[in-house]
Every structure is written in structure tokens, then in C-alpha cells.
């Protein structure tokens, strides 16, 4: 069973502050893929970044970085020097690679920015 | 611009009523799917579709109904056997049926039981 765990539920920061957000995963597939999702309070889930199962290259775009870990299972999402704007509900997500499966969401993690 | 169009945006239904959602995609997408949304619980799979006129039952599917006849549509009923139906729902589509190159979404629909 594939099964992804957010375990923080609500975080909150003042603003240029560094957060991370956690995301364990459970999968006994050996091709697989990760997503980060955003959802700001208009609802709309926003694509950030995906990775798949043989790229353990961590990843920077802008204050956003992403570092995956096969070994520990983890795909943590770090936002720098975080700003108002960053105030959202941010989802982990993980498929396999095969036909008939729908991605699975972690219950998200929300995160407020205060000024 | 292509995109996934769900509507209404608020929708309130009534005790014993049936009530249908709807999900419009223009990106020639192959599947598309619906998630329920509950404060706390992430999204939970309600059905999805992998093809026209074919569609699988999810986790939470009791209650629940849809039809897949047009490529780009893809309804759901929320039914009067659903007994607790006040949620935050969400439309997805993926170009690939295992979704590995991840979905799009479409800016959700609030139904409301009054």
C-alpha cells in the first residue's frame, strides 16, 4: 500500500524566516513519482515540483528547494526567506507508474507567513 | 487558454436532494478525477476515469456517482445517500493514466447541506 505522511499540520513563521516542510512516504513500487502541491485560499492546487524515483538530485527554483531521500524515504519542500505570499495549504503527493492508480495526498501542512 | 473549468463555485443543497457538479477540460487530457475535501484530511480519491464511457470507484466512492461520455466532462452526483456531502470538491485531469506527470486541477467547488 502507498501511504504519504505530513506530519506537521500547521506551522507559523514571521516573514524571512526559513521553513520546512515535511513529507514521508510509503511505496513498494521501485518507480515512483513526488509532487508538491500549493493551494492558496482561492482553492486551486498549484503544481511546484515533481521528481521521479531515479533522480535523487536535489532541487533549487528561487527560494524553493526540494531535497529528496530515497534512504529515509522523505521528499522535504524548503521555502527561504518565506513571505506573506507563502501563506497556503501545501500538499505532498506520490503515484507509481502504473495504469488504474491515482495519486495519493498527504493532509497537507498549512503554513502562515505574518508580517 | 486550456484549462479544467469546474462549476458552480458554492452550491447548497438541501436534505434528500441529488446534486451534480460539474467538470469541463480543454487540454485533450485522457483521465480525470474528483477529490473530496475535508479540513484536516487532505484529498480523498472519490472516482476517476481513465477513458471515455469507463470509471473506477476511489476510497470514498459510497454516495457518490459519475458518467464519463465526452473526453472533456466528467459530472459528479453527490446523492442523497451521501449523508454527510459538505465538503470542498475538486476536479483533476492528467494527460498520462498513471499520473506521473501530475495532475491539473480546477479551482473546486464548496457544497453546502442547509
Known amino acids: 500500500a502507498q501511504k504519504v505522511t505530513q506530519a506537521q499540520t500547521e506551522i507559523s513563521v514571521v516573514e524571512k524566516e526559513d521553513v520546512t516542510l515535511d513529507c514521508v512516504y510509503e511505496?513498494?513500487?521501485?518507480?515512483?513519482?513526488l509532487f508538491w502541491y500549493k493551494q492558496p485560499p482561492s482553492g486551486e492546487l498549484v503544481f511546484l515540483i515533481r521528481?521521479?524515483?531515479?533522480?535523487?538530485q536535489n532541487e533549487i527554483s528561487g527560494r524553493y528547494s526540494w531535497n529528496f531521500q530515497k534512504s529515509t524515504s522523505s521528499f522535504n519542500f524548503t521555502i527561504t526567506a518565506s513571505q506573506v505570499v507563502d501563506s497556503a495549504v501545501y500538499f505532498c503527493?506520490?503515484?507509481?507508474?502504473?495504469?488504474?492508480?491515482?495519486?495519493?495526498f498527504g493532509k497537507g501542512t498549512t503554513l502562515s507567513v505574518s508580517s | 487558454d486550456g484549462g479544467i473549468t469546474q462549476s458552480p463555485k458554492y452550491l447548497f443543497r438541501k436534505e434528500g436532494q441529488n446534486v451534480t457538479l460539474s467538470c469541463e477540460q480543454n487540454l485533450n487530457h485522457d483521465a480525470m478525477y474528483w477529490y473530496r475535501q475535508d479540513p484536516g484530511q487532505g484529498l480523498r480519491l472519490i472516482y476517476y476515469?481513465?477513458?471515455?464511457?469507463?470509471?473506477q470507484k476511489g476510497d470514498i466512492a459510497e454516495g457518490y456517482s459519475v458518467s464519463r461520455e465526452k473526453k472533456e466532462s466528467f459530472p459528479l452526483t453527490v446523492t442523497s445517500a451521501q449523508k454527510n456531502p459538505t465538503a470542498f470538491y475538486l476536479c483533476?485531469?492528467?494527460?498520462?493514466?498513471?499520473?506521473?506527470?501530475?495532475?491539473?486541477f480546477g479551482s473546486g467547488t464548496r457544497l453546502t447541506v442547509v
Open positions: 503527493a506520490l503515484t507509481a507508474n502504473q495504469a488504474g492508480t491515482a495519486l495519493i
Open positions: 476515469s481513465q477513458i471515455v464511457n469507463d470509471f
Open positions: 511505496t513498494r513500487d521501485t518507480t515512483y513519482y
Open positions: 521528481r521521479n524515483s531515479f533522480d535523487e
Open positions: 483533476a485531469s492528467s494527460t498520462s493514466g498513471t499520473g506521473r506527470y501530475g495532475y491539473t
